[in-house]
């Protein structure tokens, strides 16, 4: 992918009352990003692994709120989440990625969790 074709924020809100993080693109694709989800698909190695197929499938996240965002040099966020969890770097590919394919990723993490016995609250 080329430097101009890599999706780049024009906007980033955090509606804390709405637990949403919402972010426009220069495309002007605009992304209404759960807390809950973003933080249950956090790029951080806690829950990515190390490696391929081990990502963690993290429950009991329903609540969660971001209370607080960084910015990291010109190329992503770091979130701060209300259950201590802040060490996630979220590029802008990666934040794009999450706003596109929400409803399948989404749809991925509910299947994983009750494969696993698990819940949101």
């Known amino acids: 992918m080329s430097e101009a074709d890599r999706p780049w924020p024009s906007d ?3 509606r804390k009352a709405e637990r949403i993080l919402e972010v426009v693109f220069d495309g002007g694709e605009r992304f209404r990003l759960p807390a809950e989800y973003l933080r249950v698909e956090s790029p951080s ?3 990515q692994g190390h490696g ?3 990502k963690q499938t993290v429950p009991g996240k329903r609540n ?3 209370i607080g965002l960084e910015p990291v040099g010109n190329y ?3 979130l ?3 259950d201590g969890h802040d060490s996630g770097l979220y590029t802008w590919e990666t934040l794009y990625r999450l706003g596109r394919e929400h409803d399948a990723i989404w749809a ?3 299947a994983a969790l009750e494969a ?3 819940g949101r609250d």
């Open 80 to 82: 701060i989440f209300s």
């Open 108 to 110: 991925e993490y509910l």
């Open 64 to 66: 969660v709120e971001i």
């Open 52 to 54: 391929a197929g081990q």
């Open 12 to 14: 980033i809100k955090l």
């Open 45 to 47: 190695a806690e829950v």
């Open 116 to 118: 696993k016995g698990l």
């Open 76 to 78: 992503a966020v770091r």
